[in-house]
């Protein structure tokens, strides 16, 4: 990644001190919850994680490790990747931000079935919650990664016909296209708002062992999500406006920074 700094400036510095520290507590405070399965009797698991209410050990280890999260993707985001866009739509700062909270949360849905893996066939005790928490990070990670996707204009898009269209033919597919998007988003909300509230309120859950409030977070994410996704449509419209027309070939999915990557690596072996 470069190090140039996309937009916290002479922030960067306090929020890698912030990451750090919080990333630091929240392992000393997860090494102290394994510690205490091991020593008490009736120490926290994974079950009281999702049910922090009269439980301070608990509540101030999800603070610290929402702490980390939020301060990491901050961090992490400040540098734009090599085949990443740059950063030019009013909104685009939020879902770059988004976007690296949904590759940590990627790593952390690895380190969760690891940890199963482990768990059942090597020491023969399998959880009850790590099929069940990364489903619900794996819910999260495609939301977002469809936003990340809007804003890097990843998504699937048949460019034969648009290549051929004179520019102001461009903007009014573009245009409709995003017409369209904010039509979805509006009837989506419309006839969801309803039930995301009614499940939110009670916030409803699995009803499995485990039991984690999916249903409950996850049906109010997607509309939330989707607006936001539907934002960086109109944020995408404004800022490739005035932009000149492009042109695209199959050259295009050439990733050059990875061939170079693989070069190098060829050469150091050799």
């Known amino acids: 990644m470069q190090q140039k700094s996309l937009f916290l400036g002479r922030f960067r510095q306090p929020v890698k001190m912030a990451m750090i520290a919080f990333c630091g507590i929240t392992l000393l405070l997860y090494v102290f919850l394994i510690l205490q399965n091991v020593f008490v009797e009736d120490a926290y698991g994974m079950y009281e994680m999702i049910r922090p209410a009269g439980r301070p050990l608990v509540q101030v280890t999800l603070i610290c490790f929402g702490g980390a999260l939020l301060f990491a993707s901050l961090f992490l985001s400040d540098t734009k990747g090599g085949i990443e866009t740059e950063p030019d739509g009013f909104f685009d700062i939020v879902s770059v931000v988004l976007g690296r909270l949904a590759m940590l949360m990627t790593a952390f849905i690895v380190l969760v079935m690891f940890y199963e893996v482990v768990s059942r066939y090597v020491f023969s005790r399998p959880t009850l919650w790590a099929n069940e928490l990364s489903l619900w990070i794996a819910a999260f990670v495609f939301l977002l990664a469809g936003l990340y996707a809007m804003q890097q204009r990843s998504h699937i898009r048949i460019y034969i016909i648009y290549d051929m269209m004179p520019r102001w033919a461009q903007r009014a597919a573009d245009s409709i296209s995003v017409l369209l998007i904010v039509a979805?988003?509006?009837?989506?909300?419309?006839?969801?708002?309803?039930?995301?509230?009614?499940?939110?309120?009670?916030?409803?859950?699995?009803?499995?062992?485990?039991?984690?409030?999916?249903?409950?977070?996850?049906?109010?994410?997607?509309?939330?999500?989707?607006?936001?996704?539907?934002?960086?449509a109109v944020s995408n419209l404004f800022a490739d406006w005035n932009k000149a027309p492009?042109?695209?070939?199959?050259?295009?999915?050439?990733?050059?920074?990875e061939i170079e990557n693989i070069r190098r690596t060829l050469e150091d072996k050799n």
Request: proline fraction near 8%.
């Open 184 to 232: 979805f988003t509006f009837a989506l909300i419309w006839g969801g708002y309803t039930d995301a509230e009614n499940r939110f309120l009670r916030m409803e859950t699995f009803g499995t062992a485990w039991d984690p409030p999916i249903p409950g977070i996850v049906k109010p994410a997607l509309l939330i999500i989707i607006l936001l996704v539907c934002i960086q």
């Open 246 to 257: 492009e042109t695209h070939t199959p050259a295009d999915e050439i990733d050059d920074a």
